[in-house]
């Protein structure tokens, strides 16, 4: 049983799901269709709103991409490595609240006006 996850979290298990599914010309509907599970699911599972799929489930999606488990955990183990800072902060902006971003422009400020 998967759970619904009230925090948005894209692992890089996410990112690489979406980037085979994409890989395969699938959009999010189609895969569900292929798999027997909502585009929506899909949708979840790739923007962090689903756990990621295990076992057999996991195994339904790297069928219906064409990928196989070792090349699915390089994947993953290879996008770890290639994340640099700047990327894992561009890929946190988007998550702090309206509220917070004022607290953060004031802390990146502060950090320019340093170097």
Known sequence: MS???KQVIMSNE???LKLFRERASLSMRE???KMGVSGSLISQ?????ENIPRGEKLQRFLD???VGLSTYKKHVKEYEESQTDKDIVKSLIDKVSDKDMKTLRVIIEHFISET
């Open 3 to 5: 759970i619904r996850t």
């Open 14 to 16: 996410a990112k690489v």
């Open 31 to 33: 895969a569900g269709e």
């Open 45 to 49: 599972i790739e923007n962090g709103r």
């Open 64 to 66: 219906c991409y064409g």
